[in-house]
């Protein structure tokens, strides 16, 4: 992250998508419920820290976000989500879910539909004035942004419905905290 980019997302017009904090602590289980956390892999305490570290550094750095922040409905990405923006701000979107099926088995069909969606989705500008947040899951290497760390972020600049986007950035939490140390 630079100067630059600080001061394009402080003005908004950016969608941030954000990978959930460390998840460690247990599996996903093949009959998994996104409404029972003990049947998939959760946030680990450095997850939740991490969680909350990455929304401190927003509020800090000045960076407008809009609401609501979308979040995948597993546990670990809605904790991750309501850890750095509130739960008052964070709206659970099952389209979300799909970037994690893109790292199972899929027919070249159902993975062509997914990124269809996520396209369209992030070719929507945000609310004026604002970033749109979206915490969910990394992607398998090769696909749409690939490998994503924990609360690493990619930052895409959205060119309206049917005119695509480009990715701006990304970073890494621990690149985020830097510059607000600076």
């Known amino acids: 992250m630079d100067e630059f980019l600080l001061e394009k997302l402080q003005k908004g017009g950016y969608t941030l ?22 049947t998939q892999r959760n946030l680990s305490e450095k997850g939740r820290r991490q969680a909350e570290r990455y929304g401190n ?29 509130g739960a008052e701000n964070t709206h659970i979107d099952p389209f979300w879910s799909n970037v994690y099926q893109l790292n199972t088995p899929l027919s070249p069909y159902e ?32 696909v749409a942004f690939g490998a994503i760390p924990s609360m690493g972020t990619i ?8 005119h695509g986007f480009s990715v701006a950035s990304h970073f890494t939490l621990e690149e985020l905290e830097e510059f607000v140390k600076a």
Do not use: W
């Not at 998508?17 to 003990?38: I, L």
């Not at 930052?155 to 049917?162: A, L, M, R, S």
């Open 17 to 38: 998508y954000v990978r959930h904090g460390d998840a460690t602590v247990g599996a996903d289980q093949p009959d998994f419920s996104y409404d029972d956390c003990s």
């Open 57 to 85: 550094a927003i509020r800090r750095l000045n960076i407008p976000f809009a609401t609501p922040v979308f979040t995948s409905p597993f546990c670990r990405a809605k904790e991750s989500a309501m850890l750095a923006f």
């Open 155 to 162: 930052v895409v600049k959205p060119h309206g419905k049917n």
């Open 111 to 142: 993975q062509s539909v997914i990124l269809t969606r996520l396209s369209s989705f992030l070719e929507q500008p945000p609310a004026e004035g604002a970033n749109q947040f979206i915490i969910a899951h990394s992607f398998p290497r090769d």
